[in-house]
């Protein structure tokens, strides 16, 4: 085998400040384990000095790397992939943009000027959903190549679910992008139906909505736990203890954690923006409802209670659609991406 090429990546790797990890954290691990040299920044947990931090990284590797790998997000964090584009063209170092915003249309509106420079100028653009794909598209980029977002299916053991009751997962950062308040929604509806609910809410902080959500729960006397954010194999095992899995979110791309959901064999019911009609199948591998509709989410909560055939069939063809998102799948188009 040649020598596989030196990349520098450039993302947010914060995973080492109780953050959750980020695409760089997983995937710069995978491809060194490919055999590739991977330098990557930043882990600085200051904003002002992350982006310092990545702009003399790449500065001072410009000669040592062959390509520049760039996590590519859609609120402030754009900012950053957009400055260190314009280096690496300046230094005629190629560099691929990974697209993760889900709010990243918006960003292509509202930053016309910027979004050419840092997607036309790339060498490609790795859209992780085709949903992704379709924005940058219409966009007018053709400098496009999908690698989906991927999970390492061996960690994720498969657990039928015989029949449903209404106990709730919900597995995100409380963000208002997603929507965390919805889901209070729901439950405030089933206790009214006198339905035995029970909600668990995993996932940290980012804007004030989780104690937002924490005091109105308690205003309203629901049934809902909020363990904060968990280690992977922490949820993975407290999964086991719940029936569905909502996803309540008004943006999105590709989610890892309703990827997730669906390889544990828990029935998914989500909001359909974004990128989600590219990964669930209304009805088939997943439930879809048009956004900010409790009523919607209950029926199909009820739905899935009724109906355990049902279940059983949905969750059997997501875990399936999951095994072919498996690393050891996905890693030859990365493979064949970077060795071209």
């Known amino acids: 085998m040649h020598p596989r090429k030196n990349l520098l990546y450039i993302g947010n790797k914060l995973a080492i400040h109780g953050k959750p990890p980020a695409a760089i954290d997983s995937l710069s691990v995978k491809l060194q384990v490919e055999g590739y040299t991977v330098i990557s920044a930043s882990s600085k947990k200051n904003k002002l000095f992350r982006m310092l931090d990545m702009i ?41 943009p990974i697209l993760h915003g889900g709010n990243l249309p918006n960003r292509l509106k509202n930053s016309k000027g910027l979004s050419n420079k840092l ?67 729901i439950v405030a509806i089933l206790k009214k139906k006198r339905i035995n609910v029970s909600l668990c809410m995993i996932g940290p902080d980012k804007d004030g909505s989780l104690e937002i959500c924490k005091t109105k729960a308690a205003e309203l006397n629901l049934p809902i736990s909020f363990p904060g954010m968990l280690q992977k194999e922490q949820w993975i095992n407290l999964s086991k203890e719940y029936c569905i899995f909502i996803n309540t979110t008004n943006s999105d791309n590709m989610p890892v954690s309703v990827m997730e ?77 970077l060795d071209n």
Request: proline share 6%.
């Open 119 to 185: 997607f036309g100028r790339a060498l490609t653009n790795v859209a992780p959903s085709k949903f992704m794909m379709q924005q940058l598209y219409m966009a007018g980029f053709h400098n496009l190549t999908y690698i989906p977002n991927t999970i390492e299916i061996k960690n994720y053991p498969f657990h039928p679910r015989e029949f449903v009751t209404p106990r709730l997962l919900w597995v995100r950062s409380f963000s208002e992008i997603y929507n965390p308040l919805l889901a209070l929604e």
């Open 56 to 96: 003399f990284t790449t500065f001072i590797h410009r000669n040592r790397v062959d390509l520049v790998l760039i996590d590519t997000y859609s609120t402030q964090n754009y900012y950053y992939a957009v400055i260190v584009a314009m280096l690496c063209s300046f230094f005629k170092l190629q560099y691929i």
């Open 261 to 337: 959901a669906m390889a544990l064999g828990l029935p998914v019911i989500s909001t359909n923006v974004g990128g989600l009609p590219f990964l669930i199948e209304n009805e088939v591998d997943g439930v879809l409802i048009p956004p900010n509709n409790p009523e919607a989410f209950v029926k199909g909560i009820e739905d899935l209670c009724e109906n355990p055939k049902k279940v059983q069939k949905i969750t059997t063809k997501a875990r399936f659609k999951m095994e072919t998102f498996d690393w050891e799948k996905v890693k030859h188009t990365w493979i064949a991406l």
